[in-house]
């Protein structure tokens, strides 16, 4: 077993004013979409220049904290929308916990249609270009997630098993850990290999959909389900019941893809 880091989650605290570990992950995974997603090659195709990604990221955080924040209580909380109603302040309380990466993945797919409506960016090329850094973001935030000890792993016997500060007597997986490898650094290299060569537009936010959710699917089985949720079919997780249905997006659009291709083939034939 190994102890558990005792980090503290605020790294510097002036009055009543905090600046936490898990926010500036937020803050370092914008930074890296603005700094690298327009020198993708893709980004010099559609016109995605460094002037317009700052707009962009305006969009992409609002989009990402609306949804993250509804998509917790719409798929996390919904057996608890009685306390909301009593206390409505609590829903805006993202300072109390409570984010759903599908929630600001959603959020941020609308707040990019709404951007590339007003811009007249090909809205499945920037989507890929997002793609691409979105990893290192999604990595950071697992990180920011093992500091303030919450979203541990299942009890284990494993050598470098950890007690959390409330995860009650037993030694757990740092699951945590696992997600920034396989949802950051993992598929980060996925796609950045995927997005060196010219690809039709839509296709590398495709594999980002498939590979996030086999990712995400398969370490959830390390993963201790929500309080307040448990197991919700059979022995699946509401994230396993999420990250099917992007992967299954993600095969309809392959298929959809294919079948736009379809006429074109044959008239070369």
Request: some cysteine; aromatic content about 16%.
């Amino acid at each position: 077993m190994i102890p558990y880091p005792q980090i503290r989650p605020e790294i510097i605290t002036i009055g009543p004013i905090s600046v936490r570990w898990y926010g500036l992950m937020y803050v370092l995974g914008f930074l890296s979409t603005y700094y690298l997603a327009p020198r993708l090659p893709k980004a010099r195709d559609i016109g995605l220049t460094s002037e317009r990604m700052q707009d962009l990221i305006l969009y992409l955080a609002v989009g990402l904290v609306l949804g993250a924040r509804l998509g917790f209580l719409v798929f996390y909380q919904y057996d608890n929308w009685s306390f909301y109603l009593r206390n409505p302040l609590e829903i805006i309380a993202t300072w109390h916990g409570g984010m759903s990466f599908h929630g600001g993945f959603i959020g941020s797919v609308v707040a990019g249609w709404i951007f590339c409506r007003r811009t007249e960016l090909p809205f499945w090329g920037l989507a890929d270009c997002v793609a691409v850094t979105a990893p290192i973001g999604l990595g950071l935030g697992r990180l920011g997630n093992f500091i303030n000890g919450e979203l541990y792993g299942r009890p284990s016997t494993v050598p470098w098993a950890m007690i959390f500060p409330d995860g009650g007597p037993f030694p757990r997986h740092p699951s945590q850990i696992y997600e920034a490898l396989g949802e950051g650094v993992v598929l980060f290299a996925i796609l950045w290999w995927m997005s060196r060569r010219p690809r039709e537009n839509g296709v590398v936010v495709t594999a980002f959909l498939f590979f996030y959710g086999a990712i995400r699917f398969f370490l959830e089985f390390f993963r201790e389900p929500d309080e307040n949720l448990g197991f919700v079919w059979r022995q699946g997780t509401m994230g396993q019941v999420l990250c099917t249905a992007m992967m299954l997006v993600a095969v309809f659009l392959y298929w959809q893809r294919r079948i736009r291709r379809r006429p074109s083939a044959d008239v070369r034939k």
